[in-house]
Nanobody
């Protein structure tokens, strides 16, 4: 059973950048599709981006297209989310999750979750 740990969150001004990392242990990251989700206070968890087993099959939400880039390094068992041009509305707890389904994009289609990392964007 894979365990996921996110890191890299923090406080940043609008227009700034952060890179989140999702490190896996107890399993091989290359066996899973990895998704990024976020949840703001009082809102439902929403899909941000997904990357396939070998780095393809990338899908991103319209709200982050052109600003966020997902990538993975299977040799390091790590997936990244590079976030540029951050906006206050990007403020949320960000989670990475792993799935064995090739086209997983809903939270229910992911079996393993990290604990989340807080991203706060000030205006």
């Amino acid at each position: 059973q894979v365990q996921l740990v996110e890191s890299g969150g923090g406080l940043v001004q609008a227009g700034g950048s952060l890179r989140l990392s999702c490190a896996a242990s107890g399993g091989t990251m290359s066996s899973y599709v990895v998704g990024w989700f976020r949840q703001a206070p009082g809102k439902e968890r929403e899909f941000v981006s997904r990357i396939g087993w070998s780095g393809g099959n990338i899908v991103s939400a319209d709200s982050v297209k052109g600003r966020f880039t997902v990538s993975r390094d299977n040799a390091k068992n790590t997936v990244y989310l590079q976030m540029n041009s951050l906006k206050p509305e990007d403020t949320a707890v960000y989670y990475c999750a792993a799935s064995t389904f090739q086209f997983a994009w809903t939270p229910r289609s992911y079996s393993y979750w990290g604990q989340g990392t807080q991203v706060t964007v000030s205006s």
